[in-house]
T-cell receptor, first 113, second 111 residues
Framework: DVKVTQSSRYLVKRTGEKVFLECVQD?????MFWYRQDPGLGLRLIYF???????EKGDIPEGYSVSREKKERFSLILESASTNQTSMYLC????????????FGSGTRLTVV | GQQLNQSPQSMFIQEGEDVSMNCTSS?????WLWYKQDPGEGPVLLIA?????ELTSNGRLTAQFGITRKDSFLNISASIPSDVGIYFC???????????FGSGTQLTVLP
């Protein structure tokens, strides 16, 4: 069964900590995406990548960075976590042409205290 | 970025009732997709539509790709408790390598 795996389901971090959220896909997909989901705000795109070592800003990149050193892995980094980054984070991947849709991971619920 | 208007934002229905939700866009989409997100999980693809006018069913779910290519709807017949969740529409504008998502419809099924 094809999968997008996010390393943690739940995380609790302190304000100011550097936080790494990891995402791995086993479908040889070219495209990978990071979203955050907050009640009433839908899915908001943080960063995306179409290739190894390539990254593009989404709609809300402030306070985040990403890394894609290997095709299957896309990491989201919170350089200095803040309480307003408490959210559900979703990773997704797709083929070069996403007409078949994205495959999402199960999400990481991050709480910053 | 581009916007998809999804309505309604939330629905409370009785078990056994039918449900309808829709998405509209100001621009043309080449692909329409419908996802369901169970509580605490990531969205899962339900139905994909690729041609204007296409009507596709998946069990109790039926979705249509609007003739104008600017809208799509999803119907759920005879709702059951496990239909609870957030339903998202998504579209691919032109040959874009990204999908545009609607804001979601939160469905609650009352016993």
């Amino acid at each position: 069964d094809v999968k997008v795996t996010q390393s943690s389901r739940y995380l609790v971090k302190r304000t100011g900590e550097k936080v790494f959220l990891e995402c791995v896909q086993d479908m040889d997909h070219e495209n990978m995406f990071w979203y955050r989901q907050d009640p009433g705000l839908g899915l908001r795109l943080i960063y995306f990548s179409y290739d190894v070592k390539m990254k593009e800003k989404g709609d809300i990149p402030e306070g985040y960075s990403v890394s894609r050193e290997k095709k299957e892995r896309f990491s989201l980094i919170l350089e200095s976590a803040s309480t307003n980054q408490t959210s559900m984070y979703l990773c997704a991947s797709s083929l070069w042409d996403p007409l078949g849709g994205y495959t999402f991971g199960s999400g990481t619920r991050l709480t910053v205290v | 970025g581009q916007q998809l208007n999804q309505s309604p934002q939330s629905m409370f229905i009785q078990e056994g009732e039918d449900v309808s939700m829709n998405c509209t866009s100001s621009s043309i989409f080449n692909t329409w997709l419908w996802y369901k997100q169970d509580p605490g999980e990531g969205p899962v693809l339900l139905i994909a539509l690729y041609k204007a006018g296409e009507l596709t069913s998946n069990g109790r779910l039926t979705a249509q790709f609007g003739i104008t290519r600017k809208d799509s709807f999803l119907n759920i017949s005879a709702s059951i408790p496990s239909d609870v969740g957030i339903y998202f529409c998504a579209g691919q504008p032109g040959s874009a390598r990204q999908l545009t998502f609607g804001s979601g419809t939160q469905l609650t099924v009352l016993p």
